[in-house]
């Protein structure tokens, strides 16, 4: 997810950092690297000739607790600002909102919704999400303060936020305020339009698993469908290669000590696979790194599509070598390994426990401890790959996930399932019964399959992009963007036009507004 929803949790990859072996997940750590990527591109861009200044930061004043009056600790939220193409207080905001992890200047500089605010002369504003990034109340992240973290805090911010803004920046009050987000964020534009349709005037929610689920058995199932899919660079051959090269390393861990060590050099592994729940932590980070190919697949920054990733499967076929596959599969660990800047993966499930245990903000700079503590109270989302169908490694199963939320919170399965349940029935899961709410998917991304992906009236409309990975229509253009998502972001802006008229300059489009 907005991205990212690394939402991702079940799978762990460890990541030992410079021997300091801090953990985060792979899909965490890949988004982060791609975020980091378009927005350092991003700020160069901007810097050329007759661009504006860059965007403001500000903090806002946020009540910690905003469902009891009598508590009156509050925190600092971060927000930026980029009026460069506001054309009157009369004219539209696009706020668009921060996930699961930390928020930055690109979010009002590059991609959506920035790319669209010339067209109205809209002013752009992203907020960080509380708990995330630099948005941290005094206290850290002990359970009882992350008591005060979950979407409803969330979306209470929005509330809150969108009024104080409006003041501070003298926004007109007919000005139309809409929200953007990706992934879980793009849920909280959903939801945020949903819940207040008197402050959110309509809301674009992109790759929005809006649909809370315990056992996310699905994702896998697109991930396979993804690696067949030749419109991507996939192949029946591709998927029975990455399920091979599975076995393979399934293989390799049941055949001895000295097969495991030989296994542990040659996937950069920090320290040994003996134990068997460090080797399902292993198997659930493979998963991870061919669920991440597939969920990020062709965007900016990635080190590895799906046309890679299946080329280095299928690289050794020719010559007949049972383990071509293998060697492929770990040959992608190392291209991933090298671009994330990583001498050695850590795959210890006691590392992974105990560095989510620690409450410190600066140590989980991704969010990780945060996001574990929003599956574990609201979403679920634990992929897993125990149907015989799934043709990736069965570890880790769904016991072992929900295992990590009662080692670290002390939070029970049952309360999990509940939690779950009770999300659903709060938003009202795949079908919100919003108004004026566009979903957006790609039909590559696995996370599509909790969102919302056929229209339902004319008023909650929703697009699914043919070919498109997580989030892509929120990116910023390039040159390499397929005929199919240049179209779906032309659907999004002719929504746009119809909930706010004709856009200024008559032709101009996001395929044609530079950034
Ligand atoms: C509300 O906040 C007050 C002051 O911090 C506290 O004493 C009270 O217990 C809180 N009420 C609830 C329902 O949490
Ligand atoms: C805010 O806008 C109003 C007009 O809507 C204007 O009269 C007023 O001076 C503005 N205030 C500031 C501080 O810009
Ligand atoms: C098979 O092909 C791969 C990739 O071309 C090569 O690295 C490997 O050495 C070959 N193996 C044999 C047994 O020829």
Known sequence: MAGRPALWRGLLLLLSL?????????????????????????????????????PKQGWLGQPLDPFNTSDRRSFLQRYWVNDQHWASQHGPVFLHLGGESRLGSGSVMRGHPAALAPAWGALVIGLEHRFYGLSIPAGGLDVAQLGFLS???????????RLALARLFNVSTSSPWICFGGSYAGSLAAWARLKFPHLIFASVASSAPVRAVLDFSEYNEVVSRSLTSTAVGGSPECLAAASAAFAEVERRLRAGPGARAALRAELGACSSLGRTEDQAELLGALQALVGGVVQYDAQAGVPLSVRR???????????????????????????????LGQRCLSFSRAETVAQLKVTAPHVSSV????????????????VTCEDPRCPFSQLPALPSQLELCERVFGLSASSI?????????????????????????????PWHVLSVTRASGPSE?????????????????????????????????QQLQAWLGPAKGSQESPVSSGG
């Open 151 to 161: 979407s409803r805090h969330a979306l209470a911010d929005v509330a809150s936020a």
């Open 309 to 339: 990733l299946c080329g280095l499967l299928l690289e050794g076929r020719s010559n007949g070598s049972r383990s071509a596959p293998y060697l492929g599969l770990r040959r992608a660990v190392q291209v991933v390994l090298h671009s």
């Open 417 to 445: 399932a509940r939690a779950v349940a009770q999300t659903n029935s709060y938003y009202g899961g795949q079908t919100p019964g919003a108004t004026q709410v566009l979903f957006t998917n790609g039909d590559t991304d």
């Open 18 to 54: 410079g021997g300091s072996s801090a953990p985060a997940s792979l899909l965490r750590r890949l988004r982060e690297h791609i975020q980091q990527f378009q927005e350092s591109s991003g700020l160069s861009l901007t810097l050329g000739p007759g661009a504006g200044a860059l």
């Open 367 to 382: 969010g990780e401890r945060q996001w574990l503590y929003q599956t574990c109270t609201e979403f679920g989302f634990y």
């Open 461 to 493: 409309s929703a697009l699914l992009i043919p070919g498109a990975s997580h989030c892509m229509d929120m990116a910023p253009k390039r040159p390499s963007d397929s005929p199919s998502l240049r179209l779906g972001r032309q659907s999004i802006f």
